[in-house]
């Protein structure tokens, strides 16, 4: 995948919108969180869960209809975390050309084994060596 493409794109449908014909912030949250997690595989093919969702800022609303892309980046990997960045764009239904940023945000996600205890990313990287 290349830099220029989305991890995740998708289209909100009238089910994902409040009273104001707007989509729920919750909505474009989990997205969010499910591109964060694409990003995070691409690191380690590890079990992660979200521990903290970080400087979310929504900066112009989604509507039905709008194709939104999710673009991913890691941006720091810890012993068992690693944090990615979202940047969250809009083409609008009515005029696909523009890219409106709607939200951007960032995720702290944890490396868990079966029994959820946190995990290392890379178990044989001597101690202290992390990207």
Do not use: C
């Not at 499910?34 to 590890?46: D, N, P, Q, S, Y």
């Not at 939104?68 to 720091?76: L, M």
């Not at 995720?107 to 890379?122: K, S, T």
């Amino acid at each position: 995948m290349s830099e220029n493409e989305p991890t995740l794109r998708v289209m909100p449908m009238p089910k994902d919108t409040n009273r104001y014909g707007t989509v729920f912030g919750g909505v474009i949250l989990s997205h969010i969180d499910i591109a964060g997690a694409l990003e995070a595989r691409k690191t380690a093919v590890l079990n992660w869960v979200t521990v903290a969702l970080n400087k979310v800022i929504f900066h112009n609303p989604v509507f039905v209809g709008d194709q939104v892309s999710f673009y991913t980046k890691t941006i720091r990997i810890g012993r068992t975390s690693i944090t990615v960045k979202v940047d969250v764009v809009a083409s609008r239904y009515d005029d696909p050309s523009q890219n409106i940023p709607v939200t951007e945000a960032e995720i702290v996600f944890v490396a868990v084994d079966e029994n959820r205890n946190p995990v290392p990313i890379y178990p044989d990287a001597p101690e202290g060596k992390f990207v």
